[in-house]
Every structure is written in C-alpha cells, then in structure tokens.
C-alpha cells in the first residue's frame, strides 16, 4: 500500500472515530473478524481436503493425483495453524518477585483495584527508560492473554515515586474494563498479525504465497482502520493516570520523561563512551545515572527541549499522540515542571542490588563495542597530535582539527580554529558551519548573522542554517516575526532543494556522475576499519557522487558485496551503514545484487569499471 493510502485510510478511521464510537469499533470488531475468517476458513478447508483424500484412499480409490493434493492441503493447513498458533515473544527484562520489590508490588495492587483491571502474571525490570505493558495469547488469536509489566530501571532513578506511579497508572489503563478489553484484544491482534506478515513472507508453498497476499493486502488495511482506536486507548490511558494520580502530576511525569529521555540520549551517553578514551575495559552506566538523573538537567537544554518537543507533530508513524496534545487533553498548560529531588528507586528492595547487575549486563553485551570505540579514541588523539604538530595548515585540516577535538570534547575550545579557517577561505561551507555552532551561547542577533552569512555563501548548508535560524527565533521570546517569516521561507526553499538533491543521489544509474573518493588516508582507514566489523560485508568500493544540485557537496556511493543476507536483510543493512558510518559527507549504500551495472564491481575484483573508485576492503 501506498503511504498517502495508508494515510488517508487513517484520517477516515480517524473521522470514524469522532463521529459515532461505537459503530467505529463495531466496523473495526467486522474488519479484524475478516482476517479471523480467512485464516479459520484456510484451515477448515485445508483439514477437509486431507479428509476427503483420506477417506478415498481407504475405500481403494486412491490416484496419483493425491499425492499432490495431500501436499497442497498439508501446505495450507501448516500455514494456518501457524497464523492461528502464532506466539509472541516473552518481554525482555528480570522477572522480579513480591519480595525483590515489595513496595512496588503494593502500589500495582492498589492500582489495578482502582482500574479494575485484570491481575498482572508477570512483572520485570529491563534497562530502558521506559515503561510498558504488553499481552502475550496463550492459544495464539484465540482464547485469553498472559499481562506482563515492564519497567525500566532508569525510569526509577530519573522520576520521584507520584510520578512513576502515574507513569504504571496510564499502562494499566490500557486493560481497563470492557473498552480496555477490547482496545487490548485489537492490540494484540495488530501484534500477531504483524508478527505473523513477517514469519510469512518468502515462503515458496502455494499456501504460503496465497496466505502471504491477503497479509500483504489486509494487514496495512487492519493497522490503518484500528490507528484510531489505538490512539483514542493513549488519551484513556492519560485520563486514568490523571485521575488517580492528579492531572497535575501525570503532565509533570510526561514532561519530566520527555526532557531527561532527551538529556540522557543528547548528552549522558556520549560523556559516558567518551569514559572509553582512558578506560580500555566497559564501564557500567547505571551507577553514574544514578547520581545524574539525582539532579536537574541544565536550564538551558531543558528549555530548549521542551520547546522541541512541544514543536513536535503527531503523525501516523506512531499511536502515541505527541507531548503538546498530551498536556491538552489532560488540561495540563505546557511548562517546565518542579524536577524530582528524589528518584522511585525506593520501590525496590535493594536498589544497589539491581544496579550493579545492570550495569554487569551492559558491560557484557557493549565489551566489544566499547573496545572497538576506545581503539576509535585512540586514533582520533593520533590524527589530532599529527594534525597539531603540522606547522601550516590549510582550511580543510583546520576544520578537521577542529572537528575531531569535538569529537573527543563536545565542550573543547574550537572557535578559535574555525576562525583562522575562515581567515584563510571566508566562503569554506564547514568552517562556516563549525563556527556557527560554538555560538551557541551567543546572544540571537549574532548568531543570527551569522547563520546569514552560512546561508548566503555555502548553497549545500542551506537547509542547515535556515532550521537552525528558525530555532533561534523560535526560542526567543522576542524574536522579530518578519525575520521568522523570511527564515521560514529560505526553510520551504533549502526542503525543496534537498529533496531535489537526495533524490540525484540514488537516481539510475548509480554509477553515473561517480569518480574516485576523495578521503585522506585517516578518514580511509577508519572507513575500512568501521566496515570491517559489519560480518556481511564481503568486499566495498567507495566512489565519490556529484550532484546536480549542489556540485561541491561531498556525497559517495558505497557499493557493497555481501554473503548470507537477502534482498531485504540487504536492504536494511545498507541503510544502517548510512546512519552508522562516519564519512565527510552523506552515502547511499547498495550491494552488488541490486542493479544490473554493478554486478561487474565483483567480478572485475578491483576498482569498479568506468568509475575509478577505491576498492575499501
């Protein structure tokens, strides 16, 4: 299904909804059965084929001809008890027992009598900031459900005990009476049959190809029709937290979840990896979060990250409705709230206990990777050492300089090299762009000018300077309206060119507009170093991309040559790698497999043909 189908089937659901509820969640209970009827009517006609072939054989009729109509029946009957039988997954996390977290328990009960609300058969504790309920089926579509609690330790470190009762109000909600019931029932009926779409695709059998074209054609259709449904179940669920809780306190705990998430992914891990330049062997993060999430974040990022959030947009990507319409609909007005002095770790028997083993399993599972980024640090000091000792330095390296050292220290000292950059080459696009973000502590109308004079002189930092000029203005309360309106504009204008500019870099065929890459050798070596711990990854060859919309942009072209992985696990992993790796510039990752004109890259076991690229590994 298209994406502007698929969103405009969720408006209607949406309009639905609004209009009449109950004959919306009847059209959604008839939509979820015609799923139910074709996978109980495949297996109800799959058992009486092998009946009736069954039964002839016994009376001596038996023909050749069964042998493949027992097949065919065999075929559609395993793939509809599969559908019919498909389990989930259990949750990840530490079963925790009555007695590992006694206080937590009794707030649960204490909850679930005031919602009426079904009793929890498992409750865990993980290492994500975050808490959730999920419903397993026993008998896979049909029959009863296991409810299982999962509740991240940070969580209890970051949020005093009103607020992460609120937080495990609003998921209890979400099993609340019949509404809750039901809204839960088409919940795990969008989980299974999510599940069930990806178990099924590539199967080879008749059966398999049939059951995996309905799939194709009603799952996109059953997620859109019950998008209302689930987003109407968030708005209950807030509802209850409020009134349990006090609307007060439940808008304080979206609020106060949504900037230390934000705080946490912004700034404590990277100061946390950063620990890996003096530390060869994983340092666990839960004890160092601890003492962290005991204080309130900086009032500046918590500033500015509430106005991001409250910028934020609901769309159909997510069930969950975005903070500002959160807020609303609990009559909450938007505002930094009164940060918890004291974290709910209390509701835990023995809080050190359970972070030190968290802090051993995160050490366990990231030893490679903190190794691999300790070995990164070190290079990175290297090139820094070598690039510092070089007498003269053109723009390029100063700018390289300056990068790295940020790299190293989000908060080093670096104008200074981006100026002497600028005084070299006034006009050069990143040292505009450097020197544009240590003035973020500058008063507006500085760093306003200066994002003109980056708007202005490099076109491939267009977009960049006009958000980040908007975001200025936004954030202050004083801004001058006719200067948002302008940035604004330059935005929609650099939107356009962007797009214009993504889609040149992947147009057909891929290999025209290519030439040799243009990295040194230290951004070459970290490229084969980063490729080489990608398993699949057979060979790759790098290529430079020009654009025709932005000629001087740095753009490349991976090619890759992968072993074990299909069309689709290719897929994904290529566009991992285009987040992942660290190139002065954009990439578009492929493989070898997905065009005609690049099967030669493999076969030629060099350079790519008509290309001149540089084989990395």
Not at 464 to 470: G, L, S
């Amino acid at each position: 299904m298209e994406r502007a189908d698929f969103v405009h089937l969720v408006r209607l659901s949406e309009h639905a909804s609004a209009e009449d509820s109950g004959a919306y969640r009847r059209s959604v209970a008839a939509f979820a059965s015609l799923g139910y009827a074709w996978v109980v009517g495949c297996f109800v006609l799959a058992a009486a084929g092998l009946w009736w072939i069954v039964s002839l054989a016994l009376q001596g009729r038996f023909r050749a001809v069964f042998v493949t109509g027992v097949l065919a029946a065999g075929a559609l009957l395993w793939s509809s008890a599969r559908a019919l039988w498909c389990k989930l997954d259990p949750p990840e996390g530490v079963r925790l027992q009555p007695a590992d977290a006694p206080a937590l328990f009794e707030a649960l009960e204490r909850i679930r009598k005031k919602v009426q609300g079904p009793p929890l058969h498992e409750v865990l504790l993980d290492a994500d900031f975050n808490a959730s309920i999920m419903q397993r089926p026993r008998w896979g579509l049909f029959g009863g459900a296991r409810n299982h609690l999962v509740v991240g330790l940070p969580l209890l470190l970051a949020l005093d005990r009103q607020r992460v009762l609120a937080v495990l109000a609003h998921e209890y909600g979400h099993l609340r009476g019949g509404h809750g019931r039901f809204a839960a029932w088409v919940y795990r009926t969008r989980v299974s049959w999510s599940r069930l779409h990806e178990s099924m695709r590539g199967g080879e059998s008749l059966a398999a190809m049939l059951t995996e074209g309905f799939l194709k054609w009603y799952f996109p259709r059953f997620i859109a029709r019950t998008f209302a449904l689930a987003r109407q179940d968030e708005y209950e669920a807030d509802r209850i937290a409020g009134r349990l809780l006090g609307k007060d306190v439940a808008g304080a705990a979206l609020t106060e979840i949504a900037v230390k998430a934000h705080w946490m992914g912004d700034a404590f891990w990277r100061e946390h990896w950063a620990l890996a330049g003096d530390r060869p062997a994983a340092v666990g993060p839960f004890g160092h979060t601890h003492q962290a999430l005991a204080l309130p974040p900086p009032d500046a990022f918590a500033r500015a990250s509430l106005r991001s959030a409250l910028r934020r947009i609901s769309d159909v990507d997510d069930t969950h409705p975005v903070l500002r319409v959160r807020l609303d609909a609990l009559g909450v007005q938007p505002a930094l709230p009164p940060w918890s002095r004291r974290g709910a770790i209390e509701l835990l028997a023995k809080p050190d206990r359970w972070i030190a083993h968290f802090d051993k399993q995160w050490c366990r599972e990231h030893a490679d990777g903190w190794k691999r980024h300790h070995a990164w640090l070190g290079r990175v000091r290297e090139r820094i050492a070598e690039l510092a000792a070089r007498g003269q330095k053109n723009a390029g390296e100063l700018v390289q300089l300056a990068d790295l050292q940020v790299r190293l220290d989000a908060r080093a000292p670096v104008r200074a090299l981006y100026e002497e950059a600028l005084a070299q080459s006034p006009t050069h696009g990143p040292a505009l762009q450097g020197w544009c973000r240590t003035l973020a502590d500058d008063p507006p109308a500085q760093r306003l000018a200066a994002l003109a004079r980056l708007h202005e002189a490099s076109p491939p930092h267009r977009w960049w300077a006009a958000q980040a000029a908007v975001s200025v203005l936004e954030d202050d309360p004083a801004h001058d309206a006719p200067d948002l309106e302008v940035w604004r504009e330059r935005l929609e204008s650099a939107d356009e060119a962007e797009a214009r500019a993504w889609g040149g870099l992947s147009e057909a065929p891929l290999l025209e507009r290519t030439s040799a890459p243009d990295l040194d050798d230290f951004d070459r070596r970290e490229l084969q170093i980063e490729l080489a711990a990608w398993r699949p990854v057979r060979r790759a060859w790098l290529l430079r991309k020009q654009l025709r919309e932005f000629s001087a942009r740095r753009c490349y072209l991976l090619v890759l040559e992968l072993h074990g992985v299909d069309d689709e696990d290719a897929w994904d992993l290529c566009r991992s790698l285009e987040r992942a790796l660290t190139l002065p510039g954009p990439v578009e990752a492929t493989w070898t497999g997905q065009a005609p004109e690049l099967g030669g890259m493999a076969r030629s076991a060099g350079a790519p043909p008509s290309a001149g690229g540089q084989a990395t590994g």
